[in-house]
């Protein structure tokens, strides 16, 4: 258990809490220790504009799906005693910790099932139940799971699947600029506070030069260019392959006109079901210009089928788009969280009215941390931030 005076968003930034912690023999750290408290108490551990990844307490969060994956592994590895992507601490430990969670009420007696089918892996419930088991196995069985959801997380990376819940606007060989920022004052009960809404512009994708220097490098004969075997409205999308580890690995480096290098490296024989290896490179340069020509403004769905679903309802669309622009919202966000959430739900795309948490690292090393803004919503939150902002400056003019 713990000691924490949870104060949580505008308070921290005016003033430090001097926070203690006391910490059993359990397995459990002090930062998580002092994360629980703190997320319990309704503290912001995570979006500090200030914040850096050294001061992220939600790395500790395990209420997540990969932590709800990691239980449901724990929990099937007890109840058929066989193994799941890691080793087990002993010969003994299944069985073990098959009576531990039948005396808590989580197995049922057979322990081949679990009690209760009703939100079967429910993490808050596992750890509290666990409480009741003794205490040597209570360590093992919570570095168990703590080791299961390491190699669930690493296996998400690995897959090019790995979401922390942030979206991270941090792209390799990408170009991230910062080119707007204006500050509103707000009220609170602790007195002046301040917004600040950033304007982002990202420029990514590769040119047909870049791409034939990458080319000059290739060794393998399966390394070079590829055309989709789909053609559509007379069009067909180029892209560069290349080996990340030549003769160590089967997996593949894809660059596109448009995003340039991308996230997930691919198998080769996965590739070659959608691409063939091109010999024209004229086709080759027509098709990868045009595509990075167009996708300076345009979407993929205009690319591909000449129209754009969102377009035609007056949405805006940036899937594929080689310029994006973002817009966040940092600094004392929850002073003016009821403005912010009622422009979303009323001018907001449907597709983007939920409040999603955005990290930029700008070309010059800065990192923003904010709420993500669609395009729709930017003109109407400015307008009420300048409203606030302006009657606030009223009132400390008055006498």
């Known amino acids: 258990s713990c000691c924490l005076c949870g104060h949580g968003g505008v308070s921290v930034r005016l003033r430090l809490s001097a926070c203690l912690s ?3 023999c359990l397995s459990v750290s002090p930062p998580l220790c002092a994360y629980v408290h703190a997320y319990t108490q309704g503290a912001l551990t995570h979006g500090d504009r200030r914040a850096t990844e050294s001061r992220d307490l939600s790395r500790y969060n395990l209420d997540t799906k990969y932590g709800r994956t990691a239980l449901e592994h724990v929990i099937r590895s007890v109840m058929t005693r066989t193994k799941q992507l890691i080793p087990i601490p002993n010969s003994t ?52 799971f703590a080791e299961m959801l390491a190699a669930v997380v690493a296996a998400a990376k690995r897959n090019g699947r790995y979401d922390e819940g942030i979206l991270d606007v941090d792209y390799k060989e990408a170009e991230v ?12 009960s602790v007195g002046t506070v301040f917004t600040e809404l950033h304007t982002v512009k990202v420029e990514r994708g590769m040119t047909w030069d870049k791409a034939c220097e990458l080319l000059e ?43 340039g290098l991308m996230p997930r490296q691919e198998r080769l024989s996965s590739l070659q079901d959608k691409y063939f290896q091109a010999g024209d490179l004229q086709v080759v340069q027509r098709c990868w210009s045009d595509h990075y020509a167009q996708s300076a403004e345009g979407c993929a769905h205009a690319f591909l089928s000449g129209r754009c679903r969102r377009k035609l309802i007056g949405e805006e669309c940036e899937v594929g788009r080689r310029q994006r622009t973002y817009h966040i919202l940092s600094g004392s966000v929850l002073s003016v969280w009821n403005e912010m959430e009622r422009i979303l739900q009323r001018y907001g795309p449907s597709s983007q009215q939920k ?40 009132k400390e003019t008055l006498p």
């Open 177 to 188: 600029k910062l080119v707007e920022s204006e500050t509103f004052e707000g009220s609170t």
């Open 93 to 144: 430990f299944f069985d073990d910790v098959g009576i531990a969670l039948v005396g808590v009420g989580l197995l049922h007696e057979s322990r081949t099932q679990l009690a209760d089918n009703k939100d079967m892996f429910n993490l808050s419930r596992f750890l509290n139940r666990i409480l009741g088991v003794p205490v040597d196995l209570q360590n093992a069985l919570f570095s168990y």
């Open 217 to 259: 490098g290739c060794k393998h004969e399966s390394e070079g260019f590829y055309l989709s075997k789909k053609t559509q409205r007379g069009k067909q999308r180029a892209i560069l392959v290349l080996y990340r580890d030549l003769g160590k690995s089967d997996k593949c480096n894809v660059y596109q006109p448009n995003l």
């Open 355 to 394: 409040i999603q948490i955005m990290r930029v690292r700008t070309g010059d090393g800065r990192v923003i941390i904010g709420n993500y803004i669609p395009s729709n919503c930017v003109v109407h939150l400015r307008q009420t931030l300048r409203r606030i902002s302006d009657d606030q400056k009223g």
């Open 22 to 24: 006391v910490c059993t």
